[in-house]
């Protein structure tokens, strides 16, 4: 009697054991899948500030790019005879960009969406897309880019620009390596004007 409770506690013990190791994998999967562990995932956010130089306003724009993903997140190393983007509505010459469009006039507009691409009330900047990644570029390796951040990280990037005196709209741009899954865009406000 004793060995065949002995035998039979054993076997309720594996198949405990058994059922519990089968039960922890299914939650580690779920867990995996549900909390889109593999996926990318970046924050922009851009602050601008002005100082008065010689009579003119220098604009200085600072990009702060934050991985809060679990993977590493890679910037495209595009080549630079190549775009780093392009999906026929929006073609980007670098993975990390910054672009300006000067708002022209709000006077006949009412309760409007501006449209960055296509609207009236906006211009196109002469200074064009501003390469935000030109201090990762290797030169050795025909000046692709070599970029990349580690879960967590934070990177500032800064570009001091002079602006005429106006109201932009400025987006920043950032493609990954895996540029169909990794894109990311920001457009924010950036008031120039001098101080009274």
């Not at 013990?13 to 889109?36: C, D, K, P």
């Not at 600072?62 to 026929?88: M, T």
């Not at 064009?128 to 050795?140: M, R, T, V």
């Not at 990037?157 to 950032?174: E, I």
Request: net charge negative; aromatic share 10%.
């Amino acid at each position: 009697m004793i060995e065949w409770l002995r035998t039979w506690a054993e076997t309720i013990e594996h198949v405990t054991v058994a059922l519990a190791s089968i039960i922890g994998g299914v939650w580690v999967l779920f867990r995996f899948f549900n909390e889109r562990t593999l996926e990318s995932a970046l924050t922009i956010d851009i602050d601008a500030s002005l100082t008065p130089v010689d009579g003119k306003l220098l604009t200085f724009v600072d990009v702060k790019l934050s991985n809060v993903g679990k993977v590493r997140l890679q910037a495209k190393p595009a080549d630079p005879s190549e775009n780093a983007y392009d999906d026929k509505v929006e073609t980007l010459k670098y993975s990390c960009s910054l672009r300006l469009k000067k708002l022209l006039s709000l006077a006949d507009a009412s309760d409007a969406v501006i449209d960055w691409f296509k609207d009236k009330n906006v211009a196109d900047s002469s200074l064009g897309e501003i390469n935000l990644l030109n201090e990762y570029e290797d030169p050795e390796n025909h000046y692709k880019v070599d970029f990349w951040m580690e879960p967590g990280e934070v990177y500032h990037l800064g570009v001091p620009l002079v602006l005429s005196p106006a109201v932009y709209l400025a987006k920043v741009t950032f493609v990954g390596d895996r540029c169909d899954k990794e894109f990311w865009s920001r457009i924010v406000v950036v008031r120039v004007q001098p101080t009274p």
